[in-house]
């Protein structure tokens, strides 16, 4: 029994001695078993620094980039919308090229054949999986429909049609729309455009 007493007077000290003392004000450095993330190897914003040729520690950004966030600009280009209004624009407003409809049919191969189909006639592969009701761009309302709000379409999605403004940059789907729009162009030619020498061909 005096054992006893003495180990837990004992035990009783020791724990005061350690944890009593927590929060207590010092000058002395405290005993620190985990630093954590105390100190690191860092440089302090607005501090002079040798590493970068300029000296300082806060680099200006790269020309042309944006903030996480950072709002549009209310050009028809970025929001398919007449600048100020919600009007959409009519005609895309890049500036049509070879280039431009290259790039379209091989980013609508990517992201739109699946589901819309080579042709845009609604009938992609998914369709066969369970995709229903997917848009046929032939329809005379989509043929009639502006750049402005397929744009608008493309980044936000539609009804049952997800959206892909996170997956394909503004450039590329004004691209897509480019060449949805000679897609659609495909079934709709006349007479008037067969070239003169093919027309007596075809008119026999
Ligand atoms: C996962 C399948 C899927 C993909 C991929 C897809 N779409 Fe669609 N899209 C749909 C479906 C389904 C609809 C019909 C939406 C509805 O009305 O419910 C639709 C509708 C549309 C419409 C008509 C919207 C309206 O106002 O009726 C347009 C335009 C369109 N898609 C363009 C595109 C373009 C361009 C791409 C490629 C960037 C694309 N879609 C990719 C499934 C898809």
Request: overall charge positive; charged content about 20%.
């Amino acid at each position: 029994m005096r054992y006893f007493l003495t180990l837990y007077i004992l035990a009783i000290v020791a724990f005061v001695g350690v944890a009593g003392f927590r929060g207590g004000l010092s000058r002395k450095p405290p005993i620190e078993v985990f630093p954590d993330m105390d100190r690191q190897m860092k440089l302090r914003p607005q501090e002079a620094n040798r590493f970068f040729g300029n000296h300082r520690s806060s680099q200006l950004h790269v020309d042309g980039t944006i903030a996480r966030g950072a709002p549009y600009k209310d050009i028809p280009v970025n929001t398919g919308r007449q600048s100020g209004s919600t009007n959409w624009v009519e005609v895309n407003p890049v500036p049509f090229s070879e280039a431009l409809m290259e790039r379209g049919r091989q980013r609508y191969d990517i992201y739109c054949q699946p589901c819309h189909g080579a042709a845009g006639d609604g009938k992609g592969i998914t369709t066969k999986y369970g995709m229903i009701a997917v848009a046929n761009f032939h329809d005379p309302r989509l043929v009639s429909m502006t750049d402005g709000e397929i744009f608008n379409t493309i980044t936000h999605g539609k009804n049952l049609m997800g959206p892909y403004g996170a997956n394909i940059k503004i450039h590329d789907r004004w691209a897509i729309i480019a060449y949805l729009r000679a897609l659609q162009r495909s079934r709709l030619s006349t007479m008037e455009d067969v070239p003169e020498p093919q027309k007596a061909a075809l008119q026999q």
